[in-house]
């Protein structure tokens, strides 16, 4: 049996994926395992690594994933130019009126 090394605790199921996702583009071989968070009822997701010797090569991938969603984080809002409606920096899109901004 191999063993699985935890990797990444993600806030849901689609950010695992994303992770895993950004994981196997580079080469390493990693896993999402679900369950459900006792005190919120809510699914929350785990990445493990399905190979040991991959675990560096993971952990530089995830300090870059890291970097980048902080960075976008810290952007302010953006104000849509034809509904005023504000939205996150890295939309492209007004979320309520799909102007581009």
């Not at 996702?21 to 071989?29: C, D, F, P, Q, S």
């Not at 409606?85 to 890295?90: H, K």
């Not at 492209?92 to 102007?99: M, T």
């Given at each position: 049996?191999?063993?699985?090394?935890l990797?990444y605790?993600?806030?849901?199921?689609?950010?695992?994926?994303?992770?895993v996702?950004?994981?196997?583009?580079?080469?390493?071989?990693a896993?999402?395992?679900r369950y459900?968070?006792?005190?919120?009822?809510w699914?929350?997701?785990?990445?493990?690594?399905?190979?040991?010797?991959?675990?560096?090569?993971?952990?530089?991938?995830?300090a870059?994933?890291?970097t980048?969603r902080e960075?976008?984080?810290?952007?302010?809002?953006?104000?849509?130019?034809h509904?005023g409606?504000?939205?996150?920096?890295?939309f492209?899109?007004?979320?309520?009126?799909?102007?581009d901004?």
């Open positions: 049996m191999s063993q699985r090394i990797l605790k993600a806030y849901d199921y689609v950010e695992a994926r994303l992770v996702n950004e994981l196997e583009l580079a080469g390493v071989a896993e999402v395992h459900s968070d006792p005190e919120t009822g699914i929350k997701a785990d990445v493990y690594a399905s190979r040991p010797s991959q675990l560096e090569a993971a952990q530089r991938v995830l870059a994933y890291r980048r960075s976008k984080a810290e952007r302010p809002d953006v104000a849509c130019g509904c409606e504000q939205n996150p920096a890295n492209e899109l007004c979320w309520s009126c799909r102007a901004l």
